[in-house]
C-alpha cells in the first residue's frame, strides 16, 4: 500500500558517532521528502527537506540522501550528540491528490554519554 | 519555538464533557491541519483546511468538529470522547495546502488530550 515506513523502530548510538535512520517509500510518483524530529513533550520539528530531482542535500550536521531506485531516504546526523535524543519522522508528498504529507511511524534515537 | 501554537497544552476530560482544542499559527499561511498522534502509530491526519474551506476530511468521527474562523485560527471542538481518543492532538500549518513539488508543514506543539 501506499505508506512510508522505517526500518528499525529504536536505533542507539554514541555520543560523537554518526546516526543514521532510514526510511522506505512506495510511492514512486513522490516528489518531495522532509525529516522531522520530535521531542519529548513537543510537537516534529521541520530538520531537512529534499526534493526528488536531488540525491543530496546537508544541513548543519545532517545530511538527508534520497536513492529513488530503490525508494529509500536516510538522515544521517553528524557527531551526534544528546541533544539529537528524539523520535525522527519520514515524510513524503505522494502526488496522489493527497493534500497532506504522509508520515512514517518514527525511529527513536538514543544517545549514549 | 514555532510560529504555531496550541491551548491548552493538557487536557482531562470525562466522556459526557465538551471542550474544545485552540490552534493559532503566526507565519501568514493558508492552509491548516489537525493531526492525531496515538502511542507507536503514525500520524493520522484528521482535517485539512486551505482559506478556511475544509478541503479533506479523513472520515473523522462527527464526535470530533473543526472550525476555522480565519485563515490563522483553528478549533478542534470535542464531545463524547471515547477513551480510545486519548492521544496527542497536533495542528500545522503551511504556506498553502499539498501540491506537486510538496509543502513544508509546520506544528505546534501538540496538546495532550486524555478522555476518563
Known amino acids: 500500500g501506499e505508506s512510508v515506513g522505517l526500518h528499525l523502530p529504536t536505533l542507539s548510538v554514541q555520543e560523537g558517532d554518526n546516526s543514521i535512520i532510514n526510511c522506505a517509500y512506495s510511492?514512486?510518483?513522490?516528489?518531495?521528502f522532509i525529516w522531522y524530529k520530535q521531542e519529548s513533550g513537543k510537537g516534529p520539528q521541520f530538520i531537512i527537506d529534499?526534493?526528488?530531482?536531488?540525491d543530496k542535500r546537508q544541513g548543519q550536521r545532517v545530511t538527508v540522501l534520497l536513492n529513488k531506485t530503490v525508494k529509500h531516504l536516510s538522515l544521517q546526523i553528524a557527531a551526534t550528540q544528546p541533544g539529537d535524543s528524539a523520535v525522527y519522522f519520514c515524510?513524503?508528498?505522494?502526488?496522489?491528490?493527497?493534500?497532506?504529507?504522509?508520515f512514517g511511524s518514527g525511529t527513536r534515537l538514543q544517545v549514549q554519554p | 519555538e514555532t510560529g504555531v501554537t496550541q491551548t491548552p497544552r493538557h487536557l482531562v476530560m470525562g466522556m459526557t464533557n465538551k471542550k474544545s482544542l485552540k490552534c493559532e499559527q503566526h507565519l501568514g499561511h493558508n492552509a491548516m491541519y489537525w493531526y492525531k498522534q496515538s502511542a507507536k502509530k503514525p500520524l493520522e491526519l484528521m482535517f485539512v483546511?486551505?482559506?478556511?474551506?475544509?478541503?479533506e476530511n479523513n472520515s473523522v468521527p462527527s464526535r470530533f468538529s473543526p472550525e476555522c474562523p480565519n485563515s490563522s485560527h483553528l478549533f478542534l471542538h470535542l464531545h463524547t470522547l471515547q477513551p480510545e481518543d486519548s492521544a496527542l492532538y497536533l495542528c500545522?500549518?503551511?504556506?498553502?495546502?499539498?501540491?506537486?513539488?510538496?509543502?513544508?508543514?509546520?506544528f505546534g506543539p501538540g496538546t495532550r488530550l486524555l478522555v476518563l
Open positions: 510511492n514512486s510518483a513522490s516528489d518531495y
Open positions: 500545522a500549518s503551511s504556506q498553502d495546502f499539498l501540491r506537486e513539488g510538496g509543502e513544508t508543514q509546520y
Open positions: 515524510a513524503e508528498n505522494q502526488n496522489t491528490g493527497r493534500r497532506a504529507l504522509t
Open positions: 483546511y486551505s482559506l478556511e474551506e475544509r478541503v
Open positions: 529534499i526534493r526528488s530531482n536531488m
